[in-house]
């Protein structure tokens, strides 16, 4: 697995669907999530080189996102992937059972932080059923992990527009949370989708 240019796609998906991620964000938060990630993600890309060991690329890329990233979005993003690359450790290939780890652990880490459970309306109703797809399918390979994770993260992320928001900012709107996607949810269908074209393309 080449985590360097799944970050790199991360990064340009990011910023191609900015607008889109921002735009979900002004209907139940304050209209910056696009515009941090964007942010955090450029400068995650531009920290990252590609001759680092796969779970450095992640360490890095989760750090740069805690310091530039705003929001809560960029704490919990940045934890994510730093727990990924620390499961990663030195390894110098990465395999579909180590990723599949290393997602369990970055999905333990937005848990631990944020404190949010599946159906609270945030990144956490796309990540847990793309990380547990992802386990299922792993015995297949790392492109048809990823593929099921993509889908897993798909319809999640998807399943957040009748939700109640009980986390973040959008939970301050109530019951006007309601009939809206989660932009958090949202931009993890990214995360996933480079994964899979990545793991589809090596
Ligand atoms: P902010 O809400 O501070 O403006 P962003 O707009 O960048 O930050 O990110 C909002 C997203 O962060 C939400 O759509 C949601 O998915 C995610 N989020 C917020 N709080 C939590 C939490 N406690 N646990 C998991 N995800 C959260
Ligand atoms: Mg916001």
Known sequence: MDTYAWMVRFAE??????????????????????????????????????DLPPGKVLMTAGRTLV????????????TALRRAGKALGDASEVGAVELGAALRAALEGVQELGKAEEGDKTM???????????EAAAGEGLAAAARAALDAAEKGAEATVPLQARKGRASYLGPRSVGHQDPGAASTVLLFRALAETAASS
């Open 13 to 50: 998906l990011v910023s191609a669907d900015a607008e889109r991620l921002t735009r979900l964000d002004s209907a139940i938060g304050d209209g910056d999530h696009g515009s941090n990630l964007d942010r955090g993600m450029r400068a995650a890309a531009e920290a990252l080189s590609a």
């Open 67 to 78: 310091s530039k990233t705003g929001g809560a979005s960029g704490p919990l993003y940045g």
């Open 124 to 134: 956490v109703d796309a990540l847990a059923p793309a990380v547990t797809a992802y």
